[in-house]
DNA sequence: GCGACAG
DNA sequence: ATCTTGTCGC
């Protein structure tokens, strides 16, 4: 386990955080399909919150693409850098998860965020920014279409529809379990959009959510624990 | 102005 | 995100 650092220039307010996403839009890449789904390293990252004792927990959990096994974690427990408002969870997440992502023994292949990309107000969510401060081709999986609106998709899984804000497509709405609640997929930076679904796909043999992401948030939650307990 | 709103 | 009991089902 390693410490959160606090970034020296990390926004204090909702105004700078604003500006900031929409100056590192620009750096966002959208041309590149990804790599493909089933090789190399799938990397799931989440966080989990003790607000009253101001404490927050990240872990980066890979795994094989192609076995779905477990190859390396790694965990970060520090102070909470930024408050939740909707539209700029990247700021309170961001600097935890990086902690845990630059602690792994290993590269982390393509990084599965719990939350959206593409889909956000400025286009600009969690896996978009993470994505552009690394360099890293990610993905966002969310549990609910926020603001967006949908269709519901076919019954089986694999089914799907679009994720739409007015006329514009910015995610979609992917059944992974037949008969169950979808989960919301959109392109964080360099990857696309149908290989995001593909790899989402992938990525759920048995749950509605990806693997990483569930094998991410038990990991979290138990350093969260460990730092309530320790402190 | 009011309500809704990823985690 | 987090607070929380039992309960239905494989």
Not at 71 to 81: H, K, N
Not at 161 to 187: H, M, W
């Amino acid at each position: 386990m390693t410490t959160v650092p606090i970034p020296e220039d990390w926004p204090a307010t909702e105004e700078q955080a604003r500006a900031v996403q929409e100056e590192l839009r620009a750096r966002l890449v959208l041309d590149e399909i990804g790599p493909p789904p089933g090789t190399g390293h799938v990397t799931g990252v989440d966080v989990a919150y003790d607000d009253e004792r101001d404490l927050v927990a990240a872990a980066a959990v890979v795994l094989d693409a192609a076995s779905l096994a477990v190859v390396a974690e790694a965990t970060a427990v520090g102070r909470i850098s930024f408050p939740y408002v909707p539209g700029l969870l990247a700021f309170r997440e961001l600097p935890a998860v990086r902690a845990a992502l630059d602690a792994l023994p290993c590269p982390p292949g393509l990084v599965v965020c719990d939350g959206y990309g593409l889909a956000h107000p400025r286009r600009f969510g969690l896996a978009a920014h993470l994505g552009v401060l690394t360099g890293l081709p990610t993905i966002g999986v969310a549990k609910n279409p926020f603001t967006f609106t949908y269709d519901d998709p076919g019954a089986p899984r694999g089914s799907m529809s679009p994720l739409v804000a007015g006329a514009e497509e910015v995610g979609r709405a992917l059944r992974t379990r037949d008969a169950v609640k979808p989960v919301f997929v959109s392109a964080g930076h360099r990857v696309s959009l149908d290989n995001a679904c593909a790899h989402t796909l992938a990525l759920t043999p048995a749950y509605r959510l990806p693997e990483t992401t569930r094998r991410a948030d038990a990991r979290c939650r138990r350093a969260l624990r460990e730092a309530v307990r320790a402190a």
